[in-house]
């Protein structure tokens, strides 16, 4: 979230990934920054998918995520 909201200070725009187990964490981060960032959850957990898994995961979320930044 910290990576996130200093990209947008500096006018590149961002988008938060992460899996769904850091949904709450991610809202509670963003209330304490005073930035809500976009952000796209994935399924959880990640850490032991294969790479074919992870771009499947990819692919699923890439037209969230196209619209989290573009939006």
Do not use: Y
Not at 23 to 38: M, N, R
Not at 40 to 65: K, S
């Amino acid at each position: 979230m910290h990576d996130i909201a200093d990209l947008e200070r500096r006018g590149l725009p961002g988008v938060f990934i992460a899996s769904s187990e850091f949904e709450v964490a991610s809202a509670a981060q963003a209330e304490a920054l005073g930035f809500d960032a976009a952000r796209v959850f994935v399924p959880h957990p990640i850490q032991d998918r294969t790479d074919d898994e992870m771009r499947a995961l990819a692919d699923a979320a890439i037209d969230e995520i196209v619209a989290a930044i573009t939006g």
